[in-house]
């Protein structure tokens, strides 16, 4: 059974920082490209990163540019969002994922697995 899960959501003051990771298990993904999307309460879920499956090429979404990085590590099957600069807007649950492609995948239908979802809550 595949599985992705999220672990190291929580709370955090505006300008502050989380680390967010993504164990697989069940299969391995070395050869997929990986992603995180959030919702917020009330929103439709967004695009906030992906990276390729060799991890030579990272793609964000405008208002996490620049304080986001998406990384992996094939060998742990597992992906990373590192989030700096934290704005209350960040709020959202944020879901990893993995499509078989081998480029960079910006649409949540091109994805096969997801995770069940991390809360992220940033306080002002």
């Known amino acids: 059974q595949v599985q992705l899960v999220e672990s190291g959501g929580g709370l955090v003051q505006a300008g502050g920082s989380l680390r967010l990771s993504c164990a697989a298990s069940g299969r391995t993904f070395r050869n997929y490209a990986l992603g995180w999307f959030r919702q917020a309460p009330g929103k439709e879920r967004e695009f906030v990163a992906t990276i390729k499956w060799s991890g030579d090429s990272t793609y964000y979404a405008d208002a996490v540019k620049g304080r986001f990085t998406i990384s992996r590590d094939n060998a742990k099957n597992t992906q990373y969002l590192q989030m700096n600069s934290l704005k209350p807007e960040d709020t959202a649950v944020y879901y990893c994922?993995?499509?078989?492609?081998?480029?960079?995948?910006?649409?949540?239908?091109?994805?096969?697995?997801w995770g069940h979802g991390t809360q992220v809550t940033v306080s002002s």
């Open positions: 994922a993995a499509g078989r492609s081998s480029g960079l995948v910006q649409k949540s239908h091109e994805y096969d697995y």
